[in-house]
């Protein structure tokens, strides 16, 4: 499957941006899907995670409350909501994705074998 995500820019401290990822090439919803983020110096760290069908979620405790992870099968498409944006949260913001037959989730990085190219999301203070 190929990846494609938008939606990053730049946005002040409070702010809100959506963040999408569409998928091509094969079927979206045999795949687990996930985001993960990297700041520069950083390693990259996983952000959130959805199952094939959206039921199960997870979220990293740095973005819970602020962060939704949600998708939408019919389009392809996974989107992380971000808001109550703060400067620690400025990365690259790239979406993973893993086959699977099951509805669990992942949430680390090697356990995923596409990616998209990342989008870059700025939060100003």
């Known amino acids: 499957v190929q990846l494609q995500a938008s939606g990053g820019g730049v946005v002040q401290a409070g702010g809100s941006l959506r963040l999408s990822c569409a998928g091509s090439g094969d079927t979206f919803s045999d795949y687990v899907m996930g985001w993960f983020r990297q700041a520069p110096g950083r390693e990259r760290e996983f952000v959130s995670t959805?199952?094939?069908?959206?039921?199960?979620?997870e979220h990293t405790d740095s973005v819970k409350g602020r962060f939704t992870i949600s998708r939408d099968n019919a389009k392809n498409t996974v989107y992380l909501q971000m808001n109550t944006l703060k400067p620690e949260d400025t990365a690259v913001y790239y979406c993973a994705a893993r086959s699977s037959v099951t509805g669990a989730t992942y949430t680390a990085a090697p356990q995923y074998n596409y990616w998209g190219q990342g989008t870059q999301v700025t939060v100003s203070s």
């Open positions: 959805i199952s094939r069908g959206g039921v199960r979620k």
